[in-house]
T-cell receptor, first 119, second 110 residues
Framework: GAVVSQHPSWVICKSGTSVKIECRSL??????MFWYRQFPKQSLMLMATSNEGSKATYEQGVEKDKFLINHASLTLSTLTVTSAHPEDSSFYICSATGLAGGAAYNEQFFGPGTRLTVL | EDQVTQSPEALRLQEGESSSLNCSYT??????LFWYRQDPGKGPEFLFTLYSAGEEKEKERLKATLTKKESFLHITAPKPEDSATYLC???????????FGQGTTLQVKP
């Protein structure tokens, strides 16, 4: 149980274009989803937190107009990187927590990550 | 300020050589301490949750323990497939956020 998927697993795009990354909880209701960014040999950096049906809360220093987050259902959140530039190249990972069988998780379950390369 | 520090940064072991990874933390209102395993190019894989001092959890060759200030991940007779980065994180009761340590990269040689 507690499986989170991400799509795509990797994407290469040209500078100035937008890229959408999907995060899905496959076997539980994800009431809260998180988006992280990870640079090589560094730990995870939280970008934003989103609750289903609400606007995302962004961490300090994260541009909300550049990283658009939508959490429209209990199983799907999307991150859109708008007008991507080479400095946006990174490993993006989503995680989710929520309900399964009526019980609430404390744990966050992570997706496999999306490698974004902006040329 | 909520903070998590892991040591050592890197650890090389021979197959079968047991050792421990350390996670020291300061947090406002601990709501849980979590251990994850991360393989290169993958997302973190959940291992354990610990809630209170004295609690222990085991899974195969791994055993996690918790005190009021730190947690240990003991690896008994490791195998090469245990090679990965092990991340420790605490859930802050103050912010509701998961605070990660920098990780310990473990390499087990056959």
């Amino acid at each position: 149980g507690a499986v989170v998927s991400q799509h795509p697993s990797w994407v290469i795009c040209k500078s100035g274009t937008s890229v959408k990354i999907e995060c899905r909880s496959l076997d539980f209701q994800a009431t809260t989803m998180f988006w992280y960014r990870q640079f090589p040999k560094q730990s995870l950096m939280l970008m934003a937190t989103s609750n289903e049906g609400s606007k995302a809360t962004y961490e300090q220093g994260v541009e909300k107009d550049k990283f658009l987050i939508n959490h429209a259902s209990l199983t799907l959140s999307t991150l859109t990187v708008t007008s991507a530039h080479p400095e946006d190249s990174s490993f993006y990972i989503c995680s989710a927590t929520g309900l399964a069988g009526g019980a609430a998780y404390n744990e966050q379950f992570f997706g496999p990550g999306t490698r974004l390369t902006v040329l | 300020e909520d903070q998590v520090t892991q040591s050592p940064e890197a650890l090389r072991l021979q197959e079968g050589e047991s050792s421990s990874l350390n996670c020291s933390y300061t947090v406002s209102g601990l709501r849980g301490l979590f251990w994850y395993r991360q393989d290169p190019g993958k997302g973190p894989e959940f291992l354990f949750t610990l809630y209170s001092a004295g609690e222990e959890k085991e899974k195969e060759r791994l055993k996690a323990t918790l005190t009021k200030k730190e947690s240990f991940l003991h690896i008994t007779a490791p195998k090469p497939e245990d090679s990965a980065t092990y991340l420790c994180a605490v859930l802050s009761g103050n912010t509701g956020k998961l605070i990660f340590g920098q990780g310990t990269t473990l390499q087990v040689k056959p």
